[in-house]
């Protein structure tokens, strides 16, 4: 199914128990790791069937790269493309009451430790990526781990990014697009949080058009936030024109957040983070239609500005 080549398959939801995430329906059931494993392998099936064959882990999802290694086991498709990360480690040990979820460390130790899980799911892994990447812990600039990823990527022929987080995004995006190793740029992959609300990524959408590796746009439901909800007042406007749109499309609020993110980056792949079919096939319908210049116009007016997008993002709950 082709027509999937823009989505691909987040797995934090699938591979832990909680996430930050705007919370849209009570689960009172007691939690079941195996159940859990079931459900998560189940959700890799769906997205298969259903086209998907973009997967991105981390060993900061808790189990799903294992989930991922288990699965790709009975597959037999060399089109199936998994990227991961290494610089976050799962601590919550599957708890839904843990107060502490992962823990952040950009060394060359960690890197080392983390890779020789991850490279497991060679020959279907092809991008390897720094977990968020922040000025803070020194990772763009320390030449141990630079150099290791270079040669990782040398070694496996695999392509070498980041992902960002946080209000300074474009200025992660800015120092990794500079950095060389060996007269070469090392990042050429970056993946990014851009959605009708933080818009702040755009400005570079010609250098992240032009890499030779994935641009992966993250978070475009903007965790939930671009649902329609009450709890949100400030953002009325914004959800009475989506449901507009939603209504003229015949699809639902979330395709339509995703389908304004293909449209502004037209070689993108921008992750589902879907946690069961229902909500995966309403992601997918965003390939069913596309928004006229108009229509994206109205919807670029709505964005606001990236401090004040996540400092409401650090208010949400793991959930």
Known sequence: MAGNKHIGLGTAAIGRPLYINV????????????????????????????????????????????LLIDWLKKKNDPDIVVSTKWGYTYVAN??????????????????????????????????YQIHSATLDTGVLENKAVLSRLHEIKK????????????????????????????????????????????????????????????FII?????????IPDSKYPKYFLLYDFLMELADEHNVGADAIA?????????????????D?????????????FSLSEDEIARLDSFGVRPFEYWQERKSLQWN
């Open 23 to 66: 919370r849209q329906s009570a689960d009172e059931k007691p939690f079941s790791l195996p159940k859990f494993k079931e459900d998560g392998l189940q959700v890799l099936e769906d997205a298969y069937s259903n086209g998907i064959r973009f997967f991105d882990t981390s060993p900061g999802y808790g189990l799903a790269e294992q």
């Open 94 to 127: 599957f708890d839904p009451n843990a107060k502490h979820h992962e823990v952040k460390e950009h060394s060359i130790n960690k890197l080392n430790n983390q890779w020789e899980f991850s490279k497991i799911l060679l020959p279907h892994l092809k991008v």
């Open 155 to 214: 070694t496996y022929n695999i392509t070498i990014g980041l992902t960002t987080t946080g209000d300074n995004q474009t200025e992660i995006l800015e120092k990794g697009l500079s950095i060389e190793v060996e007269n070469e740029r090392l990042f050429q992959s970056f993946q990014c949080t851009f959605n009708i609300l933080d818009q702040s990524l755009f400005r570079y959408a010609n250098e992240l058009q032009n890499i030779s590796g994935p």
């Open 218 to 226: 993250k978070e475009a439901l903007a965790n939930g936030r671009l």
């Open 258 to 274: 995703i389908r304004y993110c293909m449209d502004k980056f037209p070689n993108v792949k921008i992750l589902s983070g879907a």
């Open 276 to 288: 069961n079919c229902i909500h995966l096939r309403a992601n997918l319908r965003a390939n069913q």
